[in-house]
């Protein structure tokens, strides 16, 4: 049976939800920002994508853009919760639900035609069903095809409120002129790289000797030449059963530029707390852990290490962490930090030989379960009690977060 | 305008929660609209949110469903 893969789009995801809330937005053109001082526009509406107001712009240059703008300062909780029901909603239709980002979900429906109709069906009633259940003014578009990546491009072909449906027979007319760089995972670089090779659209790509695209691009040089052809062997992976994660991390763009760094140790140890707690929640630990650390240039770095025993304790990350910060020599203030912990194991249930050790895992366990019951932070360490530098902000959610799972997270 | 005080709400339970009319600072504001509702934990309690509209303004009421407590959150004129 040829598979039927469905993926669905929210439309200007974050600018909907907040026009669905407040009647007073509707109509307008407005931009979801971070509540952070150097926050970026994270989805405009489509009022404003008329003016040329685009995501990762600042607040003065889509301003610019648009002068009647209003900014809306994001609220990830409503975003977080919606983007659960969304995934209830395409559930009911099929149990194997991906969920690609917060406003995105691939779903295989498969064999799901004689409960609820032919694909077209099943997409006009997941719409329906959003604009019921969730809001009137949330739409999203939807592309139906035998594989993920054609599903993906022809969710992108019609916005908003589309549905586009390639059928197998359409797919070598569809591709024979089309830019690589419409496809899915083909970004610029990668494009600008295929440019230069002679290929321009995915006919060429397809039509690409295997041997050149290998040895130019290595192992990814025959999946090039499969998606010119619009083969893609990637299966629908359902809400949690997605592979372990590779990394736990977190990062953060700073509210100024911080060059002191007794502020930029504060700032590591609440990330290296942050990170922690999430590995053991997942009951993880990581051989490496690594610094990242971005320039008021953007220039970006990262430098690891190897530790003799995984961990997940939250002053051993701190300390190797610090260890990682004090053999760099910073050039200028700091714009972004990140902790991470890779190279995970499943932690082992063996009990530490030394007293100090199991002391230091009863703590960890004891605050954990404390801020599980109670929230956020209610116990954390008494150097970021201060000043928590979290305090009053709406991090920008990351585009690769899951309803589940332990997925690396950004807070950018 | 966030807020975070306790409001008294008379509510309905009909497939679902649903809020009528609050109480806040003295005077009573009739629910006329529910626009939008979602829900989040704070730690282990779940909180259901709800934006409500009185036909002049925008409210953020929130029902903390460990404590049974209703809380005014958010006023939007």
Known sequence: ?412 | MKLGEPVKVVAVFDKGLKPAKFKWRGRVYGIKDITYTWASRDGSAKILHFSVSDGSSLYELAYNQSTLKWSLEEVLP
């Open chain 1, 1 to 412: 049976m040829t598979p039927v893969i469905m993926h669905v789009d929210m439309n200007a995801f974050f600018a909907s939800v907040e026009q669905q809330a407040n009647t007073s937005l509707r109509g307008k053109p407005i931009a979801v920002i971070g509540s952070a001082q150097r926050t970026v526009v994270t989805t405009a509406s489509y009022e404003a994508r008329k003016f040329g107001v685009k995501t990762g712009m600042n607040k003065a240059e889509a301003k610019r853009a648009c002068p009647p703008l209003i900014f809306v300062i994001g609220d990830n909780r409503k975003y977080m919760d919606t983007s659960v029901c969304m995934l209830e909603i395409l559930k009911s239709f099929s149990p194997k639900v991906e969920a690609y980002s917060i406003d995105e979900a691939f779903v295989d429906i498969t064999g799901c035609s004689s409960a609820f109709g032919p694909p077209s069906v099943i997409a006009a009633s997941v719409k329906a069903r959003i604009r019921a259940e969730i809001g009137s003014l949330l739409t999203c578009s939807v592309g139906i095809a035998p594989n993920k990546l054609l599903a993906k491009l022809a969710s992108d072909m019609k916005k908003p409120d589309g549905l586009v449906i390639i059928g197998e027979e359409d797919v070598p007319s569809l591709l024979e002129g089309l830019p690589v760089g419409e496809l899915w995972g083909i970004g610029p670089r990668l494009t600008a790289q295929l440019n230069a090779m002679g290929i321009a659209t995915c006919g060429e790509l397809g039509r690409a000797p295997a041997s050149i695209l290998r040895e130019r691009f290595g192992i990814i040089g025959e999946r090039l030449k499969d998606m010119g052809q619009g083969i893609y062997g990637s299966v629908v992976v359902p809400i949690g059963q997605e592979e372990e994660a590779k990394s736990v991390g977190h990062s953060m763009t700073l509210p100024a530029d911080v060059a002191d760094r007794a502020a930029i140790r504060k700032y590591i140890l609440k990330l290296s707390e942050m990170v922690g707690a999430r590995a053991r929640e997942h009951n993880l630990k990581g051989r490496k852990v690594c610094l990242t650390v971005r320039y008021p240039d953007f220039y970006t770095f990262s430098r690891q290490k190897t530790l003799a025993e995984p961990t997940n304790d939250t002053r051993a990350i701190y300390a190797w962490v610090l260890g990682i910060l004090e053999a760099i020599r910073l050039r200028t203030a700091v714009r972004l930090l990140g902790v991470s912990i890779s190279d995970m194991v499943k932690s082992s249930l063996q009990i530490p030989l030394f007293e100090e050790d199991r002391a230091r895992e009863r703590l960890l366990s004891a605050m954990d379960a404390v801020n599980r019951s109670f929230g956020g932070s209610t116990i954390t360490w008494a150097t970021l009690l201060e000043e928590d530098p979290w305090e009053e902000r709406s991090g920008v959610i990351s585009p690769s977060w899951r309803p589940e799972g332990v997925k690396r997270v950004n807070v950018k």
